[in-house]
C-alpha cells in the first residue's frame, strides 16, 4: 500500500532532496513551506505521516505540531538543528513520534519514516480480541488499537500505545529502556534512551496510574513493567 508523507520545511532544496528519496521507496509526497499550508494540506489529504521541521517562518513547527495532535494521530517526524536532550524531550511531549537532528542523511530519514509508518500500522495478528488486564480495569484492543481504563476511552499517541502493547506483550517482565526503544522504533540510538520516561510520563498520566491501580512499574536501575496482570479470559 503506498503511503503519503507530508514535507514540511522552508527550504526548498532539501523538500527536493526529500522527496527524491521518498518517491525513490515508492511514498507519495506532499510539500508545504510553512505551517499554515502544513494544516491546510492535511486536512485535506490525510497523510500517513508528516516531517516536520521546527524551524518554519510564520506559525512555528512546535505550534503546527500542537495543532495536529488536536485532531489527528497522524505519525510526526520532526526535524531540527537543535541537538539537546531538552530539545528532544519537548518534541516527544508534543507528540513526536520520531526526531532527527539536522544535518542527517536522507537514507536515514527514510528508514525512520518507514520504521514509524511500521509502527503505526501495527502488526498483523490473529488475535481479534481486546486483552483485559487488573480485573478488567485496563483493557486494550490492538486491532482497534484502542486502550481503555475502567471503561474509559483513553487517547493515546501511536508512540504511547506501541509502548503500553510492548510492556504489556509480557506482564511482569522487566523492560530496559534500550529494550523499549527497539520495540518502538525497530532499531536502537542511544540518544533516545531517556526519552522512553518521557513517554512513560505521558501514559502514567493518561491511564490515571496511581495506587492501587499502578500500571507500569519503575524497576530501579532497569526499566519499566507492567504492574497489573492479565486476566485469565480475553475480554468480550
Known amino acids: 500500500m503506498t503511503a503519503t508523507v507530508l514535507v514540511v520545511d522552508d527550504e526548498a532544496k532539501l523538500r527536493a532532496l526529500l522527496r527524491d528519496y521518498l518517491e525513490r521507496d515508492g511514498y507519495t509526497v506532499l510539500e508545504a513551506s510553512d505551517g499554515r499550508i502544513a494544516l491546510d494540506l492535511a486536512t485535506a489529504s490525510h497523510p500517513d505521516l508528516v516531517v516536520l521541521d521546527l524551524a518554519l517562518p510564520g506559525l512555528p513547527g512546535e505550534e503546527v505540531a500542537r495543532l ?16 539537546s536532550e531538552n530539545d528532544r524531550v519537548m518534541g516527544l511531549r508534543l507528540g513526536a513520534d520520531d526526531y532527527v ?26 488475535a481479534a480480541q481486546p486483552a483485559s488486564y487488573g480485573a478488567g480495569r485496563l483493557r486494550i484492543d490492538a486491532e ?15 508512540t504511547e500505545f506501541e509502548l503500553l502493547a510492548a510492556l504489556a506483550s509480557r506482564p511482569g517482565r522487566a523492560w530496559t529502556r534500550m529494550e523499549l526503544v527497539g520495540r518502538l522504533q525497530g ?7 531517556r526519552t522512553i520516561d518521557v513517554h512513560v510520563k505521558n501514559l502514567r ?20 513493567k507492567l504492574g497489573v496482570d492479565r486476566d485469565v479470559h480475553r475480554s468480550a
Open 205 to 224: 498520566r493518561k491511564l490515571g496510574d496511581a495506587p492501587p491501580f499502578t500500571v507500569i512499574v519503575t524497576v530501579p536501575g532497569v526499566g519499566y
Open 187 to 193: 532499531h536502537t540510538f542511544e540518544a533516545y534512551e
Open 101 to 126: 537532528v539536522k544535518p542527517f542523511s536522507p537514507r536515514e530519514l527514510v528508514a525512520r519514516v518507514e520504521a514509524v509508518l511500521r509502527r503505526a500500522r501495527g502488526p498483523r495478528t490473529e
Open 144 to 158: 482497534r488499537r484502542e486502550v481503555r481504563t475502567d471503561g474509559q476511552l483513553v487517547e493515546l499517541t501511536r
Open 68 to 83: 495536529l495532535r488536536k485532531d489527528s494521530d497522524v505519525p510526526i517526524v520532526m526535524l531540527t538543528a537543535k541537538a
